[in-house]
């Protein structure tokens, strides 16, 4: 299910605190978590006005959301077959665990390079060219 994919102890901490989460595909926390409660209204039979009410939002808003949830989930089931050991990492996560093998484990550009070979099997093979020149850049060296 979509909400595997997303982080739900943050939208949780984020929905009760009051602080907006931007996620992908235009959704807000709010509003992810307002289209799952009308997906799963509508599973159990539950009318969906219940959910609007809750939200404070009119029952088109709530059946918006869940098109909108159906339509990111339809893109995640178009993704092409990703092997069990793999994980996805977008191109600023590759670069925070660059940044990181680097600063804090003090790491070579060859382990670095490694690494990101274990990593993920699809977007993360990078030159050592390449993680010298973002260490470079990001560090400021001249």
Known sequence: MLTSLYYPKEILKSLLSG???SLP?????RSLFMGIMGKWADQVNLPVAVISEAFGVT???VYGNINRLAQLEARIDAQPDIPADCIILTQKGIDKII???ALDAHASLEGIQRVLAT???KNTKRSI???SEFLSKSLKVP
């Not at 595909?25 to 926390?29: L, M, P, T």
């Open 19 to 21: 602080v907006p989460t």
């Open 119 to 121: 990593l993920d099997c």
């Open 129 to 131: 060219g390449h993680i």
């Open 25 to 29: 595909g235009g959704f807000n926390s």
């Open 59 to 61: 029952p088109q808003a």
């Open 99 to 101: 940044l990181a093998l």
